[in-house]
Structure formats: structure tokens, C-alpha cells
């Protein structure tokens, strides 16, 4: 039987009476099948289990245990739609969490505002999500804005002179490579850029790429989820685009702490410079620690952002059921709304300014970091900025000829 030790944090949340009634039920929307991005799916559902265990280990949450319903989205806006349907209303579902990918997400809101039940956005970075104003939809996760403002300042640092974007053809591929058009030219307006947007479900995209080779961009972005990120990098290494003594790669998506990242790429990533929302030297509150050993202890491997991301999506919501002292959908919005809460990953209150940070945690960390060998661990990484610390570009380094 597995042993699971709880911090004290939770211990005080959930206490340790027995189970008296029947379980909550908590909707997890995520992809589990292609074309969606089904590595993410896995993340997110091993840190909601992870949380789940340990709820339910001390007596649950008002006397009740949690109850996980899965349903599989695809990655498919319309099927993201049914499949929130189908949680809310068959399997009465007090609140949905889980979401991945944008466009997915934005059909999910729609669904979760018309029946008044809360929407814990896992993952979802498109800005678009915060803008609708939807008082169900929180965003404990990052977001466009965070990311393009921190590659941005980060590429006018760098001092390059031209940059090429490849964008997946989604909400979130489209509107960060757009975003950051924006930003570049506001905080490095030395810089020439241009993105080109590519089919994720793509396999062979070396015309776009054999584009780039009689004149090499000085970096080139990535803004895609695998695998069709995982292709289009491969491919940039065999037709020796980047990474390349000319041209840096740089990675938007926080693709290093993917458990199949190495596997998929090999030499491809190696001097990739990636933004990232974990790095095993940041600060973790002890619950974060907790997660951190329990999910290594299940899988042998490094925890990545999703993880905790994941955990904290559904801790949210259990602690609002506590805090408010109810199940209620509209309950546990209103509660969200103004609660305090002390997560995996810190202390945070959502915003309520309208907007790309409405009901978004705002100030969420992230981390720059370079990969230096092939196989490298996350937390082995050359890391040029941790939260709240300065960009040091000098210790970035380049491959040679």
C-alpha cells in the first residue's frame, strides 16, 4: 500500500475525519488521445492524483472524499465542449478543471459560464481566456502576456538583430507569436521579426525551414506543443538551421521538462534556450515539496511545471469547497473570488482587474534557462534567470563549428 505524507499545510486544511457522505464530484477535461497534446494530459492527471490521494488520505474534505471524472477532450475544441457538457450535467460535477491547450479551454468556458459552475484553467495560456471577463474562469497557470514580455526582454538582451517564430495554428500558437511581435517591438524595437504559423498536426514542414537556410535569422522561436514541436525541431537540426553557431534556439512553449523531451529530440535540443515555469532551484513552499517526492517516488523521474500547475488547479478548488463551507457551484465561485490561497507553487490572490489578468494569479514565477548536453535534467541546466533575479545572457553559450 502506498504511504503518502502529508504536509501541514493540508493536514489543516482537510483534518482527518472518516467519510460520512458521498464523494465530490471534480470534472478533469483533458487530451488523452491525439491529436491533442496527450503528454501534457498524462502531467496534468498525475498531479491531480497525486492531490487526490492526499485529500482523500486525511478524511477527505467536509467529511467527503474527492471523486475525479475524466473525460477525454482530444484536443478538439468540439469535443472539449461535449465533454464539459457531459461532466456537468451527467455526472453533476461541482466544478471542471484540467484544461491544456487554448482552444480547447475557450469552447470549455462557454459551456462551464452557461451553467454558472467554475472552470479552474490548468494550462490554457491564450490571453483570450482571461479577456471573456467570465466570473467561473480562474487561471492559476501562466499566460500569453507573462511569456511574450519575458522572451521579449530577454531576445532585446541578447542583442539579436533578426528573429524568425514558428506558431502553431491555434488560439495559443497565433496569439503569443503575435503578442510577442508586439512586445519586441516595444522593448527591442532594434529587432526584425516575423512568425509563420504551421499545422499542428504537421509532420514534414522543411519548406518553411529550407526557407531559413540561405539566410540564417540570428534565433528562431518555437511556439508549438509537441509532437509536431518535437518535428519541426528535429528538422531545424538536420537542415542545420538551429541551434547553429549563426542562429539560437529559443523555446516558448516549455517543452525541456516534457518527460518524452529527450527522447523525441536528442541532439536537437541541445544549446536550446527555453522559458520555463519550474526549475528545481526555485523556492517551493513545503505542500510543493510534498508533491515534488511523491511524484518522483510514483515515477522515478523530475516533476515539470504541469505537476504542479495540475495540483494546485484542483487544491484550489477543494479549498474553496472549504472555505466556503459548501459544494455550491456559485459558492465556490464567490469563494474563489476572494480567498487567500496558499498553494504548491506559493501564496497568491486572483486579480480582478478586467482584462488579460482577470482572475489570473498574476505575478505567477518563471525561470530562463539553457540546455548544455543532451539528456540534461531539468534541474542540471544552465539556468539565466530565476524569479525575481536579473537575466544574465553572459553565461548563455553557443555551439561551435
Not at 465556490?332 to 480567498?339: A, E, G, H, N, P
Request: hydrophobic share 40%; with cysteine.
Amino acid at each position: 500500500m502506498q504511504r503518502i505524507i502529508l504536509a501541514p499545510l493540508l493536514l489543516a486544511f482537510f483534518g482527518g475525519a472518516a467519510y460520512a457522505q458521498e464523494p465530490i464530484a471534480i470534472g478533469i477535461s483533458i487530451a488523452q488521445s491525439p491529436p491533442g497534446s496527450v503528454v501534457q494530459g498524462v502531467q496534468v492527471k498525475d498531479g491531480v492524483e497525486i492531490i487526490k490521494d492526499m485529500i482523500n488520505a486525511k478524511g477527505g474534505v467536509l467529511g467527503r472524499p474527492i471523486k475525479l471524472i475524466y473525460e477525454d477532450n482530444q484536443g478538439i475544441p468540439e469535443k472539449g465542449r461535449s465533454a464539459t457538457e457531459k461532466l456537468i450535467v451527467k455526472d453533476k460535477v461541482v466544478a471542471v478543471t484540467g484544461g491544456h491547450q487554448s482552444s480547447v479551454c475557450l469552447a470549455e468556458i462557454e459551456v462551464a459560464h452557461r451553467y454558472n459552475v467554475p472552470y479552474v484553467n490548468t494550462n490554457c495560456w491564450s490571453d483570450d481566456v482571461r479577456k471573456k471577463g467570465y466570473s467561473q474562469v480562474f487561471n492559476p497557470g501562466n499566460y500569453n502576456t507573462r511569456v511574450s514580455t519575458a522572451m521579449a526582454e530577454t531576445i532585446g538582451a541578447m542583442g539579436v538583430k533578426r528573429v524568425v517564430a514558428f506558431a502553431e495554428n491555434t488560439d495559443y500558437g497565433i496569439g503569443q507569436a503575435k503578442l510577442m511581435g508586439e512586445l519586441i517591438k516595444a522593448k527591442a524595437p532594434q529587432v526584425e521579426y516575423k512568425y509563420e504559423t504551421l499545422d499542428r498536426a504537421g509532420k514534414d514542414f522543411t519548406p518553411a525551414i529550407l526557407a531559413l537556410r540561405a539566410n540564417p535569422p540570428d534565433m528562431v522561436v518555437n511556439v508549438m506543443l509537441p509532437p509536431a514541436a518535437y518535428i519541426l525541431m528535429n528538422q531545424l537540426y538536420e537542415q542545420g538551421v538551429a541551434p547553429s553557431p549563426k542562429t539560437w534556439m529559443y523555446d516558448g512553449a516549455g517543452l525541456a521538462d516534457y518527460p518524452d523531451f529527450w527522447q523525441n529530440v536528442k541532439n536537437a535540443g541541445k544549446y536550446m534556450l527555453s522559458f520555463g515555469l519550474y526549475h528545481p532551484q526555485m523556492p517551493m513552499p513545503k505542500v510543493g515539496q510534498e508533491v515534488s517526492a511523491e511524484y518522483t517516488k510514483r515515477t522515478k523521474g523530475e516533476p515539470n511545471r504541469l505537476i504542479f500547475q495540475a495540483a494546485d488547479s484542483l487544491l484550489l478548488i477543494v479549498d474553496a469547497i472549504r472555505q466556503g463551507k459548501s459544494t455550491d457551484p456559485d459558492k465556490i465561485i464567490k469563494t474563489l473570488q476572494t480567498m487567500k490561497f496558499e498553494g504548491v507553487r506559493g501564496s497568491f490572490q486572483f486579480s480582478q482587474q478586467p482584462g488579460f489578468t482577470y482572475q489570473q494569479w498574476v505575478d505567477i514565477p518563471y525561470v530562463n534557462y539553457q540546455l548544455t548536453e543532451v539528456n540534461q535534467p531539468v534541474s542540471k541546466t544552465n539556468l539565466i534567470q530565476g524569479p525575481g533575479q536579473p537575466l544574465n545572457v553572459g553565461k548563455l553559450q553557443k555551439p561551435v563549428k
